[in-house]
């Protein structure tokens, strides 16, 4: 059986690595949903970017990537980043 997701780009930080990249979402659920999946021990993440977070310097481009759901410091919808956030 086949379950719609949605496609969310997001940002995933780590101790030593700022991840960006595509992560799929069962239509109607939020990030945090889920996050909140305490079954899951990775995170599938699809058109990454793995970035140096201090230099901000892009170290690989991968198809793939899954993410230690316990290295993960902070994870964000990467559409949330406006210039101008909301006060």
């Known amino acids: 059986m086949y379950t719609q997701k949605t496609k969310m780009r997001v940002v995933i930080c780590t101790s030593l690595y700022r991840v960006e990249g ?3 979402l069962v239509t109607g659920s939020r990030l945090t ?3 909140n999946v ?3 021990d990775f995170f599938p993440i699809t058109d990454a970017k793995i970035l140096s977070p201090i230099e901000d310097k892009v170290l690989y481009t991968l ?9 993960i410091i902070m994870i964000f919808p990467l559409e949330q980043t ?6």
């Open 22 to 24: 595509d992560m799929y």
């Open 33 to 35: 949903d889920v996050v």
């Open 38 to 40: 305490k079954t899951k």
């Open 63 to 71: 198809d793939f990537v899954a993410v230690n759901r316990e290295e």
């Open 82 to 87: 406006a210039e101008n956030p909301a006060d």
